[in-house]
């Protein structure tokens, strides 16, 4: 069973109903209990980074989700998500962030042609970092995902397993042990992000 964790972010039901199609049981919980019993989490995000971070450490379930991975859970940051598991956020300020992974995220005004749209959104094609990772087992040499951002991660160069072109090197995915971050949203990019979801499952 895969955890899905709320905090106070939206609707979330669209993730599960991604997992329902891969034939995987999901749950939307804040529940602590149903967080440490379930096999995987996913730590999903929208909007601004200081408000989510705020609410997942008012709710205490930050302490849940890092107690758990330190246990050897697989854990998978999606959009927002993924970029709370870097060091810090320089969106609007400078916050803190999980600090799964070493990095941090910075904002795409500035750091890329003034003829690109901010935010990044569309479909982009993935670009694997050395050996393909497990997570895209599935997954074809051309392939394209669905992303929706004005900020990126860097400083990520150890856990980067997918880049994306958009006037800049853009992390698309990151790796760090057993914690994962998309910066795309796998139940927004089709068939591509269902085999990433079964792949994750498989771990």
């Known amino acids: 069973m895969t955890a ?18 891969i034939g995987e049981k999901a749950v939307v919980t804040s529940d602590v209990a149903s967080i440490e019993s379930a096999d995987r989490i996913i730590l999903p995000g929208v909007g601004a980074f200081e408000d989510a971070a ?27 998500g993924m ?15 999980l ?16 003829d690109l749209k ?42 980067l397993i997918a880049t994306a072109e958009y006037g800049t090197r853009v992390t698309a995915a990151v790796r760090s042990g057993n914690v994962f971050g998309c910066q795309f949203h796998p139940e927004k990019s089709g068939k591509v992000g269902l085999a990433i979801l079964k792949a994750f499952c498989e771990l």
């Open 4 to 21: 899905i964790v709320d905090y106070g972010i939206g609707n979330l039901f669209s993730l599960v109903s991604s997992f329902s199609k």
């Open 54 to 80: 705020k609410k997942l450490r008012a709710s205490g379930l930050d302490k849940v989700v890092i107690a758990e991975t330190e246990k050897g859970k697989p854990l998978m940051g999606i959009c927002l």
């Open 83 to 97: 970029q709370m598991l870097f060091e810090k956020s320089y969106e609007y300020g400078e916050h803190e962030g």
């Open 99 to 114: 600090g799964l992974i070493k990095g941090e995220v910075v904002p795409f005004l500035g750091r890329i042609p003034t």
């Open 118 to 159: 901010i935010p990044h959104m569309g479909w982009n094609r993935l670009e694997y970092e050395g050996e393909r990772d497990e997570i895209f087992k599935y997954l074809e040499e051309d392939t394209f995902v669905y992303f929706v951002h004005s900020f990126y991660a860097t400083g990520c160069e150890e856990s």
